[in-house]
């Protein structure tokens, strides 16, 4: 039932995605309006999945890699929606909508059986761990998005190309400051995953911080996130800078996530991963 | 419709065609009251006069509506009757379609020309002037002006100069309430500029200039405030755009000072806006990060492109305005075949128990079973032969062909001989 509805969510994202990418592209108003309902929709029945999917397996289903990418989707539309309200910013869903699309589709590719429950990961720690650590990225995901808007309209807007496409994004400020405020939000969700998950390591494999990959990446990624807000709150750094930094840290997000699954050896490897 | 506008009568003309705001009231049921005409409405803007009425003669209300131009402004007819147009039907329907989006606008696009049209309506609405007719199609032209403005971009782009700086300052501060604005030296340019800025909600002006008596005076017609010419580092410390347009040869501000400044300024963005020939403002400015200079050459080529792209989005707005003018044209058709159809029936109808009566009258002998089966018979041959002509009539309303049909229908019936 969870996998009929997966496949449901897959298509009005993809749905979503294309009417964002139309009110991108032809300015046609209502596309945008579409694209958000769609997406809503998408979301409501990939909550639905989600509990179905939790229901089902008896644990919450963030243990191999198709669930993990459903999850971060559902996390980076969830925010998406929540930011809307806000600000208008609209045209964020034709960068957002993508991304998620592109996640689900991974994990649409993947085995999508319940696998069963490493006895190592049998403990409540596992939701709040997780969670938490997606919840960060999924914040981080969106000053991703807003920063490379911000990049394409502050270069329009530099070489004095203000017409057509430039009219649809945002203003710089408006886009700075939801690269501000991904990062004070993000930022305690990133360090308290990153606790949470030392504080389970301690009773699972005896160490609060053994040097493993991943544990290692989301240090480098923290450091990352870290200085981009000194920089911030310190000497100012707004803009151009902070939409790099947003960019680059959504990388090591990224890898620290996926990257350190697929190419390095570590403790958190606990299902096959490539199917 | 009888109507000029700027495109068939000068000024001088029309001027005196048109008709005062505040006595419109008057002038609307002064029309109405032609004996010729059903509903009555007149839109009088600065670029145009336009009487739109619904009469049952064409050509009778048409020459009363340019008696009543003639009398009410007091004007001999032949001194302005060639810079009339008149347009009817469809012509008619598409014209107002296009005058609400403001496709026939001086300037395409401007927003002003739909308040005007919603004007006249109220007034006409209020004293009644107007029927089911102009009603209808009124509110379909104000429905086709809110669809072009929703669906093309027609309307949301600056064209003027002066206006292009609002809309750059719009691209990079997100609220322009909390900002400031900076002039430096003065400028009918420079002033419009500010003005428009003020307009869309920036709060404080600092003026600027190296004669303090005109900063002072120029500060005060924008209830803002005047800075000595020597404080003007101090001056871009605060302000988050600035206008600049003194007479000075040299620059005015540098690079280095810029880029010492936004450092200051922990990187808060600044818009430059250098309107001044020569050049107040070092270009090489423009390569600081969250520094923005513009200058008069730039807002220039926004402007046109601006402009370009007005006369594009222009294309799909007049595709739209086609497409509704034909979905009113066939609902007006339809109100036409409805009656029409109805009449036949009735009438048809009628000869059918005439005839059938005197056949039975004179067929005294047959018994009820044979009368009933008469009038079955009678009945089927009618519902027969008619079935043709409207389901074509109903078909037909639909497009050009129907009112050819109606009318055919109407003389071979003899429909309107009552």
């Known amino acids: 039932m969870n996998v009929h509805l997966f496949q449901v969510t897959l298509i009005l994202y993809l749905c979503g995605t294309i009417a964002y990418l139309t009110y991108l592209i032809f300015t046609h108003e209502r596309a945008a309006w579409v694209g958000r309902y769609l997406l809503g929709l998408g979301f409501v029945s990939h909550c639905l999945t989600f509990i179905l999917r939790y229901i089902e397996a008896g644990h919450t289903p963030v243990v191999n890699l198709h669930e993990s990418l459903s999850f971060f989707a559902w996390m980076v539309v969830g925010f998406f929606l929540l930011l809307r309200y806000q600000h208008k910013v609209e045209v964020l869903g034709a960068f957002v909508s993508p991304l998620a699309l592109l996640l689900i589709i991974w994990a649409a590719t993947l085995p999508k059986a319940i696998p069963a429950l490493p006895p190592a990961l049998k403990s409540w720690w596992l939701p709040i761990h997780v969670t938490f650590a997606f919840l960060g990225d999924a914040i981080f995901a969106l000053a991703f998005c807003a920063g490379v808007i911000y990049l394409i309209q502050e270069s329009l807007v530099k070489s004095k190309r203000v017409g057509g496409l430039s009219g649809r994004l945002p203003s710089l400020e408006v886009l700075d400051e939801i690269n501000y405020r991904a990062l004070t939000i993000g930022f305690p969700l990133l360090t308290i995953g990153i606790v949470t998950g030392a504080v389970w390591a301690e009773y699972a494999w005896g160490s609060y911080w053994s040097w493993d990959p991943k544990e290692t990446w989301s240090l480098i990624t923290w450091l990352l996130y870290a200085a981009l807000l000194h920089q911030r709150l310190r000497v100012g750094w707004r803009g151009k800078k902070a939409a790099i930094m947003a960019i680059v840290g959504f990388g090591a997000v990224l890898f620290t996530f996926l990257g350190v699954n697929l190419l390095l050896e570590g403790l958190h490897t606990y299902t096959q991963w490539s199917g | ?418």
């Open chain 2, 1 to 418: 419709m009888v109507g000029l506008n700027h495109r068939t009568a000068q000024i001088e003309i029309r001027e005196k065609i048109a008709f005062p705001e505040e006595d419109l009231d008057r002038y609307m049921k002064a029309l109405y009251n032609l004996p010729n005409l059903t509903e009555g409405l007149i839109l009088s803007t600065c670029n145009r006069v336009e009487i739109y009425a619904a009469t049952r003669d064409p050509e009778k209300g048409v020459e009363e509506i340019k008696g009543f131009l003639a009398q009410q402004h007091c004007l001999p007819l032949p001194e302005f009757e060639d810079t009339l147009y008149i347009l009817q039907g469809e012509e008619l329907v598409k014209h107002i379609f296009r005058v609400a989006s403001s496709l026939d606008s001086m300037v395409v696009g401007e927003p002003q020309i739909l308040g005007q049209i919603k004007g006249a309506y109220r007034v006409a609405h209020a004293t009644r002037t107007i029927g089911t007719l102009l009603n209808k199609l009124l509110h379909k032209a104000f429905s086709v002006a809110k669809r072009v403005r929703t669906e093309t971009s027609i309307g949301n782009r600056a064209v003027s100069v002066s206006f292009v700086a609002v809309e750059l300052a719009k691209k990079i501060f997100a609220h322009l309430e909390d900002r400031e604005v900076l002039i430096i030296g003065a400028g009918e340019m420079c002033e419009l500029a500010a003005h428009h800025l003020v307009r869309a909600g920036v709060k404080r002006v600092l003026v600027t200039n190296r004669t303090w008596e005109r900063a002072m005076e120029l500060a005060e017609r924008f209830h803002g405030e005047a800075i000595p010419f020597s404080e003007l580092s101090n001056a871009l410390l605060r302000a988050d755009i600035v206008i600049s347009s003194t007479g000075s040869p040299d620059f005015v501000v540098t690079r280095k000072e810029v880029f010492k400044i936004i450092r200051k300024r922990k990187h808060s963005p600044l818009f430059i806006i250098d309107i001044a020939v020569p050049r107040d403002i070092d270009p090489q400015v423009h390569t600081i990060d969250n520094v923005y200079l513009y200058d008069i050459d730039d807002l220039q080529d926004v402007a046109e492109a601006n402009i370009k792209d007005r006369q594009h989005e222009a294309r799909r707005a007049e595709e739209i305005v086609a497409t509704e003018v034909e979905k009113f044209c066939n609902w007006y058709q339809s109100l036409e075949v409805i009656p029409t159809i109805v009449s036949l029936q009735e009438k048809v109808e009628e000869m059918r128990e005439k005839e059938l009566d005197k056949t039975l009258s004179a067929l005294p002998e047959l018994s009820d079973k044979e009368r009933r089966a008469m009038e079955v018979l009678s009945e089927a041959i009618v519902k027969k032969i008619l079935h043709g002509p409207i389901t074509l009539l109903k078909r037909t309303s639909r497009n050009s062909e129907g009112e050819s049909y109606v009318d055919a229908v109407k003389k071979l019936f003899k429909l309107d001989e009552e």
